[in-house]
T-cell receptor, first 113, second 117 residues
């Protein structure tokens, strides 16, 4: 069964600190892996997207890594800000007629002053 | 960048009534649109996939007669929750897939909060 698992489920950090979120997947065939940020009551916003051949992708203070061999990905947030408080969702896309997305449960990050 | 809008952003309705939610791709054409439902503290769950001009494909466990989807044009899809009940209260999110063959073709709307009283 195609699954995406994220850890930790929730995380609290102090403003200015770094953190790393994890994502393991069993989706096959694999098209790409995405990280989304979802603020409460809003739709997901894309942070990064990586294909099989890409190992790392950065978007400002967000850096995603992908190990397609072990089927693991991470999202590293540098110098966290209060506005980083949100859910971060790892999503893996299957190949096919359209890209069906398999969603992880998300990591709820709270950045405290 | 590609923008997807939803209307309304929130709606409160009485049990037994029907509610229509619109999803529009504002600056691109979307041959495929997706409808998701999200309960509190849970991730998005795909409800159905709609292709312009054809019937929607529903995920297992989603009642097609209750959640009516119409994808009448390349920029508009609608989800109608018929005879809504309190258990239908949820956050409904649509996404639209752009026609152009780029890596990230799927763009999400801001969501619609439905509360059924």
């Amino acid at each position: 069964k195609n699954q995406v698992e994220q850890s930790p489920q929730s995380l609290i950090i102090l403003e200015g600190k770094n953190c790393t979120l994890q994502c393991n997947y069993t989706v096959s065939p694999f098209s790409n892996l995405r990280w989304y940020k979802q603020d409460t009551g809003r739709g997901p916003v894309s942070l990064t997207i990586m294909t099989f051949s890409e190992n790392t992708k950065s978007n400002g203070r967000y850096t995603a890594t992908l190990d397609a061999d072990t089927k693991q990905s991470s999202l590293h947030i540098t110098a966290s800000q209060l506005s980083d408080s949100a859910s971060y969702i790892c999503v893996v896309s299957e190949t096919g007629g359209y890209n069906k997305l398999i969603f992880g449960a998300g990591t709820r990050l709270a950045v405290h002053p | 960048g590609a923008v997807v809008s939803q209307h309304p952003s929130w709606v409160i309705c009485k049990s037994g009534t029907s509610v229509k939610i619109e999803c529009r791709s504002l600056d691109f054409q979307a041959t495929t649109m997706f409808w998701y439902r999200q309960f509190p503290k849970q991730s998005l769950m795909l409800m159905a996939t709609s292709n312009e001009g054809s019937k929607a494909t529903y995920e297992q466990g989603v009642e097609k007669d209750k959640f009516l989807i119409n994808h009448a044009s390349l920029t508009l899809s609608t989800l109608t929750v018929t005879s809504a009940h309190p258990e239908d209260s949820s956050f409904y999110i649509c996404s639209a897939e752009a026609q152009q063959a780029t890596k990230d073709r799927q763009y999400f709307g801001p969501g619609t909060r439905l509360t059924v009283t």
